[in-house]
């Protein structure tokens, strides 16, 4: 499956934004998501995932203030962002997972594609 992360943008801290990631194919909804981000300078890690059941997991650092939800009809993930703050400023990046299992190591996962620029200015 082939995903396009979108939806970035500069905002100010307390800010919101909402990323999409959008796939190709018909059976979209057999797959998981899993958002990444990578930040100036740091490794990439996890965000967030949605199983195919709609059920969210969030890294600690966003849990409370990003959601994970998906519309199987448009093929696309969502990651709503509030209360954001500066040290959410990074590229990020989604992935598809074919099957209930899903790691929060990004070198599971290859094919990153060019991901989304948050930029969240204090």
């Known amino acids: 499956v082939q995903l396009q992360a979108s939806g970035g943008g500069l905002v100010q801290a307390g800010g919101s934004l909402r990323l999409s990631c959008v796939a190709s194919?018909?059976?979209?909804?057999?797959?998981?998501l899993v958002w990444f981000r990578q930040a100036p300078g740091k490794e990439r890690e996890f965000v967030a995932h949605?199983?195919?059941?709609?059920?969210?997991s969030y890294s600690e650092a966003v849990k409370g203030r990003f959601t994970a939800s998906r519309d199987n009809a448009k093929n696309t993930v969502y990651l709503q962002m509030n209360s954001l703050k500066p040290e959410d400023t990074a590229v990020y990046y989604c992935?598809?997972?074919?099957?209930?299992?899903?790691?929060?190591?990004?070198?599971?996962?290859?094919?990153w594609g060019q991901g989304t620029q948050v930029t969240v200015s204090s």
């Open positions: 992935q598809a997972v074919d099957s209930g299992v899903y790691s929060t190591d990004p070198s599971w996962y290859h094919n």
């Open positions: 194919g018909r059976t979209f909804s057999r797959y998981g």
């Open positions: 949605i199983s195919r059941s709609s059920i969210g």
